[in-house]
Every structure is written in C-alpha cells, then in structure tokens.
C-alpha cells in the first residue's frame, strides 16, 4: 500500500531547462513533505522541505510546491545542471504525536542532458 | 561528525547464511531507522527506534528480520536465514526528532546467491 507515489520513474531535460518532478499522496493527515536526493551508490541526502501550512517553499534553484486539495506536491529545478542528474524520492510524515516515521515514494531518475 | 556509518558497504552471502548489517548514528541524534530500498516499492521503512528502544516493526518483513540497538551509537539489523529476494539495497539512517529530516548511511548492498 503505497502512501506516497511518484508515477514518473524517469525525466529528462535539457541543460537550462526546468525540471519539473511530481508526487502523490493518499494520507490526509501527513503534514510535513520532503525531497531526498540521491547519487548512484551513496546514500539519499536531504534537499528541501514544507510544511502543509505552506504552499511553497524555496531554496536557490529548488522550490516544492503543496497543493493540499490535490494531495500533491512537485519540485522545480530552475535551470537544470547535470550535476543534478540522480534519483529523487519524496517523502511525507504525519504529525509528531500520530507517528514518527517517513513514507518515501519509489523515486524519479532525472538526467539533465549537456 | 561523520555522519552515519554503515558496514559493510557490499555483502554477499549464500542463501540460508545469517547476515548482520551495521550502523552508527549521528552522535546526539534520538531517532534511527532502517530502510530497504527495492525497485518496485522504493524505500521502505523496516523499523525504527527512539533511544534506543524499538517503536514500530511493523515494516520489518517476516521473523527472520531482527533488530537491535544496544546503546546510542550502534545499531543492527540480521537476517537468518537469509534468502536470495532479500536482495536490496539497506538503509541507515538517524535524524534529531522523529518528524525532521533524516541522515542517511550509505547504505549495503547485499546479495543472496
């Protein structure tokens, strides 16, 4: 029973251009979202988080749009390098008292072609 | 800090084996979680402690999954009798607060022939 769904396995993009990656939730009560980077052989590293009182949350390239009436969230990388080629999970949590755990997605592969 | 520290990095054992994967936390953080990560269901949560006492199972896949955390900087997690679907990619990973984000190890790669 996924909870957390990334429907894309697979993106690419052109150098410059925006990336657009989109996940799916089913929880109504996750609260708290994030996207997890992660290199071949290496473990995933954290990137960038929001919070559902916010719609969007920004960090130099990187901004995560909520959209809580869909049960949907999506990352944008304005403009796409190829150092961001990787897989990308994102993630949700419920409030602190209803669990302490992460639900993560099965991940996009993102290539930024030169 | 070093981060979280996981060994062995590659495993490869024979079915039937017992397997003992390994961890060490990110000094001061309270939560650890073990996380398998399979092509169909990505990263999957096994189980996860808060200090050092185990909360949820519930992901941990049949009783030949066992873990423990004996103290605040080391952690397990052992399979027996290993089978070749266990086959994965295992996680570590350790974070401040159960709902914040999450440090990673770089994880094992077992195999089971």
């Known amino acids: 029973d996924q909870q957390v769904k990334q429907n894309s396995p697979s993106l690419s993009v052109q150098e410059g251009r925006i990336s657009i990656l989109n996940c799916d939730y089913t929880?109504?009560?996750?609260?708290?979202f994030l996207w997890y980077k992660k290199y071949p052989a290496e473990g995933p590293t954290f990137l960038i988080s929001i919070s559902s009182i916010k719609d969007k949350n920004e960090d130099g390239r990187f901004t995560v749009f909520l959209n809580k009436s869909a049960k949907h969230l999506s990352l944008h990388i304005v403009p796409s390098q190829p150092g961001d080629s990787a897989v990308y999970f994102c993630a949700a949590s419920q409030p602190p008292n209803t669990g302490n755990q992460f639900y993560f997605g099965t991940g996009t592969s993102l290539t930024v072609i030169p | 800090d070093a981060g979280v520290i996981q060994s062995p990095r590659h495993e490869v054992t024979e079915m039937g084996q017992e397997v003992t994967l390994r961890c060490k936390p990110i000094s001061g953080h309270d939560y650890l979680f073990w996380y398998r990560q399979t092509m169909m269901r990505g990263l999957e949560l096994l189980i996860y402690f808060n200090n050092n006492v185990p909360i949820d199972d519930s992901g941990m896949p049949e009783d030949r999954f066992s873990a423990k955390m004996p103290n605040a900087s080391f952690s397990t997690l052992k399979i027996q009798p290993s089978e070749p679907r266990d086959s994965a990619v295992y996680f570590c990973?350790?974070?401040?607060?159960?709902?914040?984000?999450?440090?990673f190890g770089q994880g094992t790669r077992l195999t089971v022939v």
């Open positions: 990973a350790s974070s401040l607060f159960g709902n914040t984000e999450a440090f």
């Open positions: 929880n109504s009560m996750f609260d708290y």
